[in-house]
């Protein structure tokens, strides 16, 4: 066995309620690697590095720090031991200022012990963050960070713990390519010091540029690892999915355009949205890209009439509409399908049925105030065959249907309202692989029937796979539109990180 | 409109000034419409009356700045001034020993809430609204609700209103009670412990982001725990500046502060979403609070719609919040 093997995971386990979500996971890192962790979603990246890091206790397994089997006790233990983790979702506290949240938890005193060292810990934290080049002031609120600033200051946190292991979930999430470079000089600089990264990411380019062995995993198991430089792309995705990869059929528009469904005029709202302008047609899917934060889900919101707008036209089937409040959108025939459905779009404690039914219930009520059960039941069992949603009958509750399901009860929702044109935000996210499949069926079904389909997604290769056309937004505009045939994952990104050079 | 109160509410430190400003803008209208405002001894009462509510303010706004709320208050301030009148007028012990009772107990009673909330993950609204019935009910049990006098006890009596500032020499009536010396004195303390230690720190933090608190390797719970508790010591010493200036431990009084309390906090900026506020904005709150009374008593309002006044000013005061954090 290798001299430098920092970490060593064997045979972990580790179950939350309903789920197994690992099984027998390994995993190991040397020292001065960068070790790619890839898998889809919930394929228990994340959790086995939470273990590793002390936030989840394992169940059953050994892991190994230094050739020495260790028990990590809470995040804490985690630290004392070299371990630190940079979690996707930033975790910062944003009424506190930088320097203050590098040194939560281990504040630096005074000489009488009592009180706070202001001082001190701005100053170690602006040679921490000069010492990564990252140009922040440690008295200013992480509030009035931008994203990306945000996170370098949680990397230099991490680092400030003096880490040997550090681990990396999805660093590069809202980051912009200057700021990936950055990141990256880093991440050698780090790795050139001896010490281990574990990169959690979906990037395959990146992974290609920064990391040196790539481990996959798959519905919680060890599924391989590969040297990087050896690796091919479709070996790695072949090993995510379990199943070598679908031919990747482009959408194509055919036959005579459609007139347009919905179009959107100069529409500004404060610093979130400037100047957007755009049209989707009748049977048309729409690909809306972008990194996160771009403002492409407040388009959708300010158009649903979800949020106020400063100015701008919406014109419905050419009619000019006034939207102001999402009931005014609704009665024009738009449909939006939030990203997070748990929240916006459904009543999990409530069954299939009433699900469906509840955008439209005064459909259904006889002399104006008793339900009319037998219609209600009629147009349940119809969505539940159209739409294939598998469930055992119309009275199960929505939170024992799985992700997948859920979405195609927000879309029968929909349905049920007539809905001509639809926003459908983040459609897959938290929906595993074989339900993606029929996810994308169901849109590509729905604009074939006359639907105009607006899709955002972070996703790049499934706004690939399902839009005509692709309109690209960057900081609150859109960059650029591109047709099905000119669009790769290359020029969307360009055009995702295209920043305004006039501010 | 919305947006020019937007741009003025932008900041925690604009809200500070401008309830500073409210304050002073108030206090020259009512000097204005009334001659007898602007006495001395009205002055005096002023500050007495807001010492009781101001210490129960500095008390709740560690609790809302974790991001919780505390309800106990009121109630918790009358048991802790029985326990006072227990430990001085039943079992005839030194005062100082009353006064330590009653801190401690206000202090176990905050902990307890604080173990409510942190460990068993009560709603802190649940927990201390449970925690204001038993206190309520306690300080009547152990009272056998009847009023516990301290007559016996005069130095009980100055500890509230006597006065070690004693300026009626230089300015006529200028003679400030010892309950508005210990007010502000524990203002300043307090705003020592939020800003300059790591009980502080924690407080904010803990309501800023509770969950990157704990994964930072703070022991979240028992920080909590301490605010909480650290509060209910404060309670303590509001029930103590109570019961002295009544020179009586009144066992049926009490309920009602709590909500004044927090209308001081939210007044003076302290966000009821965590994170955010300032001792001094709250002692600018609780001033506001009895100015306003104080001045309607004077222009003959009835005491019917100087509370409904205030309840517009609360309404007021929590809009323009949620404004400076719409941002």
């Known amino acids: 066995m290798a001299e430098n093997l920092l970490v060593r995971i064997e045979d972990l386990n580790k179950a939350f309620p309903g789920v197994q979500a690992l099984k027998g996971a390994r995993f190991e890192l040397r020292a001065g690697e960068v070790h790619a962790l890839m898998g889809e979603n919930g394929a228990g990246k994340s959790t086995l590095m939470k273990v590793l890091a002390g936030i989840y206790q394992r169940d059953d397994g050994n892991i190994y720090l230094d050739g020495r089997p260790v028990e990590i006790h809470g995040p804490h233990g985690a630290r004392a031991l070299g371990i630190g983790i940079i979690h996707q979702e930033l975790n910062l506290m944003n009424h506190l200022s930088a320097a203050q949240n590098i040194f939560i938890g281990r504040e630096r005193k005074g000489r009488t012990g009592l009180f706070l060292d202001e001082n001190a810990m701005n100053k170690a934290a602006a040679e921490m963050l000069a010492s990564l080049k990252v140009d922040v002031d440690p008295k200013t609120k992480i509030g009035d960070l931008t994203v990306a600033k945000q996170q370098m200051v949680e990397i230099a946190k991490a680092l400030s713990y003096e880490s040997r292991v550090l681990i990396m979930d999805e660093p590069t999430a809202a980051l912009n390519d200057a700021e990936i470079d950055e990141l990256f000089r880093i991440i050698r600089d780090l790795r050139a010091k001896g010490v281990g990264i574990v990169y959690i990411s979906h990037k395959m380019d990146e992974l290609k540029r920064i990391s040196d062995r790539v481990t996959v995993m798959r519905d919680g198991e060890y599924i391989g690892t590969l040297d990087t430089e050896k690796a091919t792309m479709d070996q790695v995705i072949n090993m995510m999915v379990g199943r070598p990869l679908q031919t990747y059929v482009r959408s194509e528009h055919g036959g005579v355009p459609q007139p347009v469904a919905l179009e959107v005029r100069r529409l500004n709202q404060g610093r979130i949205l400037k100047d957007i302008n755009f049209t989707v047609r009748k049977g048309e899917i729409l690909g809306f890209a972008g990194l996160m934060g771009a403002g492409r889900t407040e388009v959708a919101r300010a158009v649903f009439g979800a949020d106020p707008i400063d100015s701008g036209e919406v014109l419905v089937q050419g009619k000019k509409v006034r939207i102001r409040i999402p009931k005014d959108a609704v009665r024009e025939g738009i449909g939006y399908l939030s990203e997070d459905r748990k929240r916006y779009g459904l009543a999990l404690g409530m069954d299939v049925q009433a699900n469906t039914v509840v955008a439209t219930l005064s459909r259904f009520l006889g002399l104006g105030t008793f339900l009319k059960t037998k219609a209600m039941t009629a147009v349940g069992a119809k969505y539940i065959e159209t739409l294939s949603i598998k469930t055992p009958s119309q009275a199960q509750k929505l939170k024992f249907l799985s992700g997948g399901n859920q979405q195609k009860v927000v879309i029968a929702k929909w349905l049920l309202r007539d809905c001509d044109v639809l926003f459908f935000d983040e459609p897959t996210r938290g929906i595993d692989v074989g339900a993606k499949f029929e996810i994308y069926k169901l849109l590509q079904d729905l604009a074939a029937q006359g639907k105009a389909i607006v899709m955002i997604s972070s996703e790049l290769p499934e706004i690939l796979r399902l839009s005509h056309r692709i309109v690209v937004m960057c900081e609150g505009r859109i960059t650029g539109e591109l047709t099905a045939q000119e669009a790769t994952q290359e020029r969307i990104m360009q055009l995702a990180t295209q920043r305004s050079s006039v501010k | ?327």
């Open chain 2, 1 to 327: 409109m919305n947006n020019v109160l937007k741009s003025l509410f932008s900041a925690n430190a604009r809200q500070k000034v401008l309830a500073f400003a409210s304050l002073v803008l108030m206090i020259i209208v009512f000097a204005i419409l009334s001659p007898n405002f602007f006495q001395m001894d009205n002055l005096i009462s002023i500050m007495l009356s807001t010492a009781v509510t101001g210490v129960l303010g500095i008390s709740v706004t560690f609790v809302i700045i974790t991001g919780g709320i505390d309800l106990a208050i009121g109630t918790l301030m009358t048991l802790t001034a029985v326990m006072s009148g227990v430990f001085i007028s039943y079992w005839e012990m030194p005062i100082w020993i009353g006064l330590l009772g009653a801190i401690v107990t206000g202090a176990l009673a905050g902990g307890i809430s604080g173990t409510l909330v942190a460990k068993l993950k009560l709603p802190p609204f649940i927990a201390t609204m449970g925690m204001m019935m038993i206190a309520k009910g306690l300080a009547l049990v152990i009272s056998g609700a009847k009023p516990i006098y301290f007559t016996k006890y005069e130095d009980y009596n100055q500890i509230s209103q006597g006065s070690l500032i004693d300026l009626n020499g230089v300015v006529p009536g200028l003679v400030i009670p010892n309950a508005v010396l210990i007010f502000f004195g524990l203002g300043v303390v307090a705003s020592i412990i939020l800003n300059k230690t790591v009980l502080g720190r924690y407080t904010f933090a803990i309501g800023s982001n509770e969950e990157a608190v704990r994964l930072s390797g703070v022991n979240v719970d028992r920080w909590k725990i301490g605010i909480y508790a650290l509060a209910g010591a404060i309670v303590g010493i509001a029930g103590i500046l109570i019961s002295s200036r009544l020179n009586s431990a009144q066992p049926a009084l009490g309920q009602g502060y709590e909500l004044d309390a927090i209308a001081a906090a939210v007044i003076g900026g302290v966000s009821l979403s965590g994170g955010e506020g300032t001792i001094l904005g709250t002692i600018i709150g609780a001033f506001i609070m009895s100015v306003l009374i104080n001045g309607l008593r004077i222009l003959s309002v009835p005491q019917e719609w100087q509370t409904v006044v205030s309840g517009l000013i609360v309404i007021f005061a929590v809009y323009m919040d949620i404004l400076r954090r719409r941002k």
